[in-house]
């Protein structure tokens, strides 16, 4: 049984483990980009993205330590979503405590963008409730009502 999983708000002093969740070979393979992202440019990002009154960036903690991100940007009336487990985290249910917890958090319709052949996402997605509802350009988009079950 994973252990549970609580949501807080990021913050500057993220910076350092979100840089390298997101230059992890694996998370860059199924980011729709996937370059390497260098410090300075990640600060600039992460100043702006907490400021941004249209975007949410929780970091999720287990037992008092980080162990993945998920964000939320608002856009015509639905959330979209993206996430990463810190690689020591992946395959213990960590992504699909983050997304319930986001679900709750955010109570209102949501979409994910998966990229093709993200078999983990996918599934993660699914288990948590959100329905395919296209593919285009080697995008999959899930939907969900945003409502909580329980």
Known sequence: MTEQISLRPATMAD?????????DEGTRL???TSEMIEMADHLNWLRASLSREDR??????????????VRADLAAGKW??????????????????????????LNSPLLAEVKVG????MKVAERAGFILEKEDGGVLFYGHTGVSPG
């Open 15 to 23: 910076a350092e483990c979100l840089l390298a969740w997101r230059n």
């Open 30 to 32: 199924s980011s729709h």
């Open 56 to 69: 949410h960036l929780y970091i999720a903690e287990q037992n008092h330590q980080a162990v993945g991100t």
């Open 80 to 105: 979209t979503l993206s996430w990463t487990v810190a690689p020591e985290a992946r395959g213990k249910g960590v992504a699909h405590q983050m997304l319930n917890g986001i679900i709750k958090e």
């Open 118 to 121: 993200n078999i983990a996402s």
